[in-house]
């Protein structure tokens, strides 16, 4: 098992879903816009220093609490229920996951628990675990 808490000013709300496309010569080529590049290359920095010595394979349960700063009106542990919504934030996090070795492919991932709070304490609160 592999838990530890991702300390952040403020959460990242782009998507994996924000890429772009551009014609080029009649043919469409996908690109990450800049500050999708620059949250895909914080996360790995983040990851790299808790990745596990050798890639995890088999059936996985990834758990995540995304603790996004308080607003007016809220309260610490608050569950959020305004976007960016929870499918959208997990799979750049996955992504990032398998490119720093967290696992062999995100397809191990078997279970996901994925949670968002208001909080005091922002961040991204990740457990790792083995399901056999």
Known sequence: MIEFFL??????????????????????????????????????????????????????RLTTKWIFPRVRGTYDGQPKHTKPDTDNLIKLLKDCMERTGYYVNDSRVASEITEKFWGDTVGIYVRLEELV
Do not use: C, W
């Open 7 to 60: 300390p952040m000013k403020k959460i990242p709300t782009i998507t994996h879903q924000q890429k772009k496309v551009r014609v080029v010569k009649g043919r469409p080529q996908f690109y990450e816009p800049d500050e999708l590049k620059a949250t895909r290359a914080q996360f790995v920095d983040m990851l790299a220093s808790h990745r596990p010595d050798k890639p995890m394979d088999g059936p996985l």
